[in-house]
């Protein structure tokens, strides 16, 4: 139990399919999906710059989390995509979608 809770804390909560945003380096204000967590590391794809096949290694503490995973399990579905084209296209597609859905909060009210 207590792994859990320390293994949380080095991770800041991140989860596989996270959206963060990068606070340092020369990708800073870069919004990228978390494939993989191995702290104090993960892997980010942006579906352009960063695709799928060749991942960005970044330390955690050089993040902030946006979001969690919408819908729950959404790297499973886009690696079960039979395209690395169509892959990226996804990732590209989620991340767009988060920023639509939080720039314009108050467009689901009304």
Same mark, same amino acid.
């Given at each position: 139990?207590?792994?859990?809770?320390?293994?949380?804390?080095?991770?800041?909560?991140? %989860?596989?399919?996270?959206?963060?945003?990068?606070?340092?380096? !020369? #990708?800073?204000?870069?919004?990228?999906?978390?494939?993989?967590?191995?702290p104090p590391y993960v892997?980010?794809? #942006?579906?352009?710059?960063?695709?799928? #096949?060749?991942?960005?290694?970044?330390?955690?503490? !050089?993040?902030?989390l946006l979001g969690h995973?919408?819908?729950?399990?959404?790297?499973?579905?886009? %690696?079960?995509?039979? %395209?690395?084209?169509?892959?990226?296209?996804?990732?590209?597609? !989620?991340?767009?979608?988060?920023m639509n859905s939080h720039?314009?909060? #108050?467009?689901? %009210?009304?």
């Open positions: 139990m207590l792994s859990t809770v320390f293994g949380q804390l080095r991770s800041k909560g991140l %989860e596989r399919g996270s959206i963060v945003i990068s606070m340092a380096g !020369h #990708d800073r204000g870069r919004l990228y999906l978390v494939t993989t967590i191995e892997w980010l794809t #942006d579906g352009r710059y960063r695709p799928l #096949d060749r991942t960005k290694k970044k330390r955690i503490k !050089h993040l902030r995973p919408q819908p729950v399990g959404v790297m499973d579905m886009i %690696e079960q995509l039979p %395209e690395a084209g169509r892959q990226n296209a996804a990732i590209r597609n !989620h991340i767009s979608e988060f720039q314009n909060p #108050d467009k689901e %009210e009304n």
